[in-house]
């Protein structure tokens, strides 16, 4: 290796290294970070070298580190001369021959190409690669990419990290070359504290400012030391960027030596980071070798080297006082300061300690001077940072953004959105010392100070993406068990403190949370943030505290319902389809019942659960399926439609009366006391039939005819025979249950009456009030809401429609419009302002609308409905494109000017349709701005004593199951206020089932509900799909895994 | 001769030396601030977290037994805060071992006790954690009672220190941290241990205590230590 003396044998290597960077033959670089081996490089690049060899091709093969998007490793770049150089994604050794094909024809598979570079400046030096294949995209174009910088990362993945020659020819230790023929460091220091470059461990110190205390200590020593003990779990940039460059990091220390004095660098890396260490090594040999470590530096007589030292992986000996304590041969324990490392630091001489990304920044601002620097970034934070970027988002990886970026892009635009088209619940910045930051603030800049207000830190720079399959409760236990133990136990408020936090913790975790708990989480966790000795016990608590300002809700729910809504929390769920299930039914139970072949047993476990089984056997939107972790095998069990198998061969054979009164016979004594119900749809059935159940004497009041509501009235026949319901609702008559129908609660009968006369009231009015669109031309003949066209369907007074109808809205009821006016033998169109995927409609019978010839027109927006002598005669629509994300985790569609005419002949909207609240007026209920009723989330008692409220009326227009679990939590609250008693449980059966686990998972595939084909079932109204025969309700039951199974007896809450 | 430096501490002037900690300032001045780990003669480890105080301008809490004074500094070591958090950290160390006075050798006579009436600690807020710690009873003359130790490093010190021997040190981390001598073997069995005592008198609990004493007998006279470390300072 020439060693550097002067400009010539500098200029020498240079030359060395461009041409091996770009040779005259075409060069394979394949990417060999952690991220890459770990996805199988290693077997890429034998293939590859064995292939050339066999070949006998003249290629040159090296190894790079990563590009930073390392959920497509193995990345591989092919560079043939003259073109761009091209990044291949996931490349396995079967892509070897491929690739290897294309390059004999100078060209490269495209389907595995992710995006080329015709140009890349590496700050310290710009290379031209070519121009071409104009089908794949440039860098920057794909979506991980956009609005990145790379200034730390500027040489990752491209170049050979092993090899100096490539380093130097990219413009590498010029900048340390620079500095040492100027001699003036005073100046580079002024021009690094100029900059604004602040300290990317996590305190953001002014780094020229830290700088110039070691600079002006007088000592015969000193020291710089590179903190590379990176261990917040999640976070790796500081790994990858020394596997990818470990040079820029050589000449950052050896230029911060020169301007401060020291004579010494010690770089401090984790044990755990084998491949980062081997890079170091490597790196620092080649250095030594050529003359920019050791004796007479470049020719220029200055002499530094540096140390490698590998920590044993104490989190704590990141703090550098306690890196500091660690390096001298002590435990890791962080000290008071003052005294600080540049007054006196290791071996008591002055020292300083900067971050690996703090060092990889020098030799760019010593290149392109302080003022280039500072352009990039917010004002109080100069330059970039790099996140790493993990959790529930598709794209995971490294990401370096300009400082003041918001948090959106990181999680919209680099992260693509969520992993799962879940909502993104919140990000945790700063690794576990950090704060969850909620979706509502993530228009906030991610700066050191920006975060720092809302009690979050920049930390490192970890970013972890959470959706609402994340339990924020589990969240904070996770992050204090971290530092709990990894706390060094010197002082006493992180000692004792985050023992005590994480006991009380983990006691909300499983379901033994007190109310006072959350008060004396605030308080302690306080204390620890406000006393304690050091940087981790003073953060550690940020967790807590920021879970506890943005989703105290979660605690809330853990502490008075003891429910997990993300399921994580074992001991707060039987298995999560329970979970999520809003009657919470025990699914494994009935599954397994019938499994049994107890029919008996399995129906009655099922109604007991939910009332109106049939019903939600057909029409439930069933969130159970999505829970389901039969889905890691397979597909979801079907449990909605072995639930309907059970009641429908109960319901509609002769056995009825029998179980009819079986469960007759488990109803209490009378207890004397009267309750109206007003509204008779699922949610007031629900209430009804428990607390009748329970021994109480129920009225329920309905405005219509009949019982049944939404189900009997919004939902067509083909989804729901009504002999179906009838025979749901005789047995809630049966149990004594008594209607009144055709009345109006405040208009035909008053609130003060019912008070008056009933000792409860529970109210649970649906969303019969039409939604309404400011649309020009809704006055005209022809256009109907979505409720009172079901409804008049329902009655069969049908609405005139002509022959092309459009409906508005991606809902459940646009869909039932849409699908009963194919069955009227007209042509219909739904309108949709965002996606398909964004329909909150059933995806199902999207599908079966689409089969039976509905016409979907997404991204399009209702104008104006055109009319012709007050007839509609077409409607504008105006198309629309997506934005930013909403809090649904959706885009928000925003309008374009390009206008659609669609002729029809009338116009359904199906839109946001909402409760009439007009009875509640100058009553005591309060109401809320969501122009919805107010009430106790966990009692449903309402502003007025006596008074309960539930279903669409507290929550908006939901579903069947959100409806009937409102109605089922009324009952019991409503019981326990009556009789001052919690009784609600004594009436559950409970049976004695098989409780192992199945010992194999069963082969058997989902099996579907039996769908008519979709030209006969779009001219009827006859139900659409068939149940499940009896053998396929049982292969399905038998696919169940049992996780309300668990393996140590006793846990998890028996319901 | 060292500067002289003008400081205010709960609003009274103080003069004070250039290098002094707000600790000795206060002290100097007649003003008691609560501490446990801290031990004139030895060097402070910041460890305890009850002498925090307020400094005028400093957004943070700053412990007084290693913040050198500057001029102008103006403290407050009393304030509603302040006692706020003493008191958490107090009923911390309560919870944390087993620390039951009644049958304690030192009871009457511990720093732990005294502060803790001192402050009005009444009651804890937290559940005990009644850890099973031993008794290293090993060593001829005095016992090691780890049920009693608050980890205050004051033995550490004054061994390593005072004595020079550094036979004690602390073992393993956060709420597992133990007190061992050598390494981690019986007190009895340490080679470097010279049974001088310095460590017994210098823990401000019943954790090191003399052999043969009951209930309530044992009296620490850590005049001896600061007494041997003023002296040590004067003759270099």
């Known amino acids: 290796m020439t060693r550097i003396r002067d400009l010539s044998t500098f200029n020498a290597v240079r030359s060395a290294g461009l041409a091996k960077l770009q040779p005259a033959r075409p060069r394979i670089a394949v990417g060999m970070g952690t991220c890459g081996t770990g996805n199988g490089s290693e077997g890429v690049y034998a293939a590859l070298a064995d292939a050339i060899a066999q070949r006998g091709l003249d290629v040159h093969l090296v190894r790079t580190g990563c590009f930073g998007f390392c959920a497509e490793e193995p990345l591989v770049n092919v560079w043939i001369p003259g073109q761009p150089l091209v990044i291949l994604h996931r490349v396995q050794t079967d892509h070897v021959n491929q690739i290897l094909d294309a390059l004999a024809t100078k060209t490269v598979p495209e389907r595995l190409a992710l995006c080329k570079i015709e140009e890349w400046d590496h700050i310290t030096a710009q290379l031209h690669y070519g121009s071409g294949f104009p089908n794949i995209p440039t860098w920057n174009e794909v979506p991980f990419f956009r609005g990145q910088k790379k200034i730390v990362l500027r040489n990752c993945g491209l170049i050979n990290p092993d090899d100096i020659e490539e380093y130097i020819a990219i413009g590498g230790y010029q900048s340390l070359y620079k500095v040492l023929i100027d001699k003036t460091p005073e100046l580079v220091n002024e021009q690094i504290k100029i900059s604004r470059l602040r300290g990317r461990g996590g305190a953001g110190f002014l780094t020229g400012l830290k700088w110039e205390f070691l600079r002006k200590a007088t000592a015969d020593h000193k020291y710089v030391i590179c903190n590379a003990d990176e261990g917040d779990p999640g976070a790796y940039m500081n790994r990858n960027e020394i596997e990818g460059d470990p040079h820029s990091l050589i000449e950052g220390m050896a230029i911060g030596g020169y301007i401060t004095g020291a004579d010494q660098g010690i770089i401090y890396v984790r044990a755990e980071y084998p491949l980062a260490v081997h890079r170091l090594r490597v790196a620092l040999g080649q250095a030594r070798e050529s003359g920019v470590l050791g004796e007479d530096i470049l020719g220029r007589g200055f002499k530094f080297d540096i140390d490698l030292v590998e920590g044993a992986g104490a989190f704590v000996c990141g703090e550098e006082t306690a890196l500091i304590s660690s390096l001298e041969g002590r435990s890791g324990r962080p000290r008071p300061r003052p005294p600080f490392p540049a007054q006196k630091g290791l071996w008591g001489y002055p020292t300083n300690i900067n971050n690996v990304e703090t060092w990889f920044n020098i030799a760019p601002i010593v290149a392109k001077g302080p003022s280039w620097f500072s352009e990039t970034g917010s004002v109080a934070s100069a330059g970039t940072k790099v996140f790493s970027l993990v959790g529930k988002v598709k794209n995971t990886g490294l990401v370096e953004m300009p400082f003041g970026t918001p948090l959106s892009s990181f999680v919209y635009d680099a992260g693509s959105g969520s992993m799962r088209g879940h909502p993104v619940k919140a990000v945790q910045t700063g690794g576990p010392s950090g704060g969850c930051i909620p979706h509502e603030l993530f228009d906030t800049p991610v700066d050191y100070e920006s975060l720092g207000k809302l009690g979050s830190i920049m930390g490192s720079g970890g970013m972890v993406v959470m959706d609402d399959d994340n339990c924020m409760v589990d969240v904070a236990r996770y992050f204090v068990e971290f530092t709990r133990s990894e706390s060094c136990g010197k002082c006493t408020p992180c000692r004792v403190g985050l023992d005590k936090a994480l006991r009380t913790l983990t006691r909300i975790t499983k379901g033994e949370g007190r109310e006072e708990d959350l008060a004396e989480l605030n308080e ?57 299930c809003p009657l919470h039914m025990n699914i494994p139970r009935f599954l397994q019942l019938y499994k049994e072949g107890r029919l008996a047993d399995a129906f009655e476990s099922v109604i007991m659960d939910n009332p109106l089984p049939a019903s939600t056997g057909r029409v439930c939107q069933h969130p159970c399926d999505d829970r389901c972790r039969r889905q890691t095998v397979d597909e979801a069990v079907n449990m909605r439609e072995v639930h309907r198998v059970i009641a429908d061969a109960i319901l509609l054979s002769d056995r009825f009366d029998e179980m009819v009164d079986r469960i007759l016979a488990k109803r209490r004594p009378p207890t004397g006391k009267t309750i109206a119900v007003a509204g008779a749809g699922p949610t007031g059935l629900t209430a009804g039939f428990y607390l009748a159940l329970l021994g109480h004497d129920v009225t329920i009041f309905d405005s219509h005819a009949e019982a049944g509501g939404m189900l009997r009235f919004a939902l067509p026949e083909y989804r729901l025979p009504k002999a179906v319901l009838d025979r749901e609702i005789e047995i809630i008559r049966r149990l004594g249950v008594k209607f009144v129908f055709n009345t109006r609660i405040g208009a035909d009968v008053a609130l003060n009456d019912l008070d008056a006369k009933y000792d409860a009231v529970f109210l649970s009015i649906g969303t019969w009030k039409e939604g309404w669109v400011y649309l020009s031309g809704t006055e005209l003949t022809g256009v109907t809401p979505a409720l009172p066209f079901l409804e008049a369907e329902a009655e069969a007074k049908p609405v005139k429609l002509g022959d092309r109808v459009v409906i508005i809205g991606g809902g459940n009821a646009a869909i039932d419009s849409a699908r009963t006016v194919i069955r009227r033998g007209a042509a219909a169109t739904v309108i949709y302002r965002r996606e398909r995927k964004d329909m909150p409609a059933i995806q199902e019978e999207v599908d079966a609308a689409e089969q039976e010839g509905v ?111 409102f109605g089922k939590k009324a009952a019991r609250n409503i019981d326990q206020f009556l009789t001052r008693e919690s009784r609600f449980d004594d009436v559950m059966p409970s049976f004695v089932y098989d409780q192992t686990a199945p010992a194999e998972t069963s082969p058997c595939r989902r099996h579907h509900a039996h769908e008519l084909p979709a030209a006969i079932r779009a001219k009827t109204f006859q139900e659409a799909a068939a149940a499940l025969l009896p053998e396929e309700a049982y292969e399905e039951s038998c696919r169940c895994l049992r996780c309300d199974i668990r393996e140590t007896a006793g846990a998890g809450a028996h319901r | 001769m060292s500067q002289q430096v003008s400081v205010r501490i709960d609003g009274e002037l103080c003069t004070a030396a250039e290098g002094q900690t707000i600790y000795e300032v206060a002290q100097a001045n007649g003003r008691s601030i609560p501490a446990l780990c801290h031990m004139e003669g030895l060097s402070s480890a910041g460890a305890c977290r009850l002498c925090l105080v307020e400094v005028a301008g400093i957004g943070r809490l700053l412990p007084a037994c290693t913040t050198p004074v500057n001029t102008g500094m103006s403290v407050t070591t009393e304030s509603e805060n302040l006692a706020h958090h003493r008191v958490m950290a107090l009923e911390l160390l309560f919870v944390e071992r087993n620390h039951i006075c009644s049958v304690c050798v030192s009871n009457g006579h511990c720093e732990l006790q005294a502060l803790a009436q001192k402050l009005g600690v009444t009651h804890v807020r937290y559940p005990y954690n009644y850890p099973r710690l031993s008794v290293d009873t090993s060593h001829p003359r005095f016992v090691l009672d780890h049920n009693r130790c608050i980890l205050c490093s004051r033995c550490v010190r004054v061994c390593d220190e005072i004595e020079g021997a550094h036979v004690w040190d602390i073992a393993a981390r956060g709420i597992n941290s133990m007190l061992v001598s050598d390494l981690d073997r019986p007190w009895g069995e340490s080679e470097n241990c010279t049974s001088c005592g310095k460590c017994v008198q210098a823990c401000p609990t019943g954790a090191l205590v003399e052999k043969g004493r009951a209930v309530e007998e044992m009296t620490k006279r850590n005049v001896v230590v600061t007494t041997l470390a003023a002296k040590r300072d004067a003759h270099p």
């Open chain 1, 524 to 580: 302690l966790g306080r204390m620890i943030r406000d006393t304690a000795l050091c940087g981790l016990g003073q953060t550690a608590p940020n967790s807590i505290l920021t879970t506890l300002r943005h989703f105290n809700d979660e605690f809330e729910d853990h502490i008075k319902a003891k429910r997990c809504r993300a399921g994580v929390c074992q001991d707060l769920a039987l298995s999560p389809c329970e979970n999520s």
């Open chain 1, 855 to 965: 016409r979907f027109r997404f991204l399009a927006a209702p104008h104006r409905i055109v009319g012709e002598q007050g007839d509609v005669k077409a409607i504008e629509v105006v198309k629309t494109r997506l934005g930013e994300f909403d809090s649904s985790g959706r885009r928000r569609p925003i309008e374009t000017d390009e206008v659609h005419i669609i002729p029809c002949t009338s116009v359904i909207l199906a839109v946001g349709e909402s409760v009439d609240t007009d009875f509640s007026r100058a009553s005591g209920l309060r109401i809320k701005e969501s122009a919805m009723l107010e009430v106790d989330r966990y009692t449903l008692a309402t502003s007025r004593d006596k008074f309960f409220a539930g279903g669409d009326l507290i929550s908006g227009a939901s579903n069947l199951s959100n409806a009937m679990g």
